[in-house]
C-alpha cells in the first residue's frame, strides 16, 4: 500500500481542504464538496483535518487522504495532531496517511512514543511530518516519517 500510494501522489498536487469551527465553510458536508472540486481540478491527493471531515470525504471519493487533527492544548504551541489519540481518530476514521506537528517545540507526548503507538496500531499507514526548518527534519528523520 505504501508504495503505490506514494506513486499516486509523486509529483502531483494534494489539495487542503479544511474548516475549523470558527471559520464560515465549517459545516457537515462542505468539506465532501471541497474534495470534488479538487478532485474535478486534478488533485492527487486531499489534507482534511478532523475526523467527520475525513470520514465522509473517504467514503465519497476514492483518493488518498492525509488527515489531520488541529487541537489547542493549553501551555504546548504545536496543534497538528499533537497526541497520539489524536492520530488514532484521524487513523480510524479512514486516512490514508496521518500528518503531525514535528517541528521541535515543546509538546504534550514524545514524538518517538507517538511514533510507536501509530505504528503499533496501524503499521501499513504513513506518517507525514509536518516540519519549519532544516533542524526539524534532522530532528524527525531519526524516526523515519
Known sequence: MRSELLKKIEKRIIVSCQALEDEPLHGRGIMVLMAKAAIMGGAAAIR???????????????????????????????????TSEDALSILRAGADVVAIDCTLRRRPEPLDSMFAVIR?????????????????????SRLKP
Do not use: H
Not at 470520514?55 to 465519497?60: H, Q, V
Not at 503499533?120 to 524527525?140: N, Q, T, Y
Open 48 to 82: 482534511a483535518n478532523g475526523a467527520q471531515d475525513i470520514e465522509d470525504i473517504k467514503s465519497t471519493f476514492d483518493i488518498p487522504l492525509i488527515g489531520l487533527n488541529k487541537r489547542d492544548i493549553e501551555g504546548y504551541p504545536v496543534y497538528i495532531t499533537p
Open 120 to 140: 503499533e496500531k496501524f503499521p501499513e499507514r504513513l506518517i507525514m511530518a509536518d516540519i519549519s526548518s532544516i533542524g526539524d527534519a534532522r530532528e524527525v
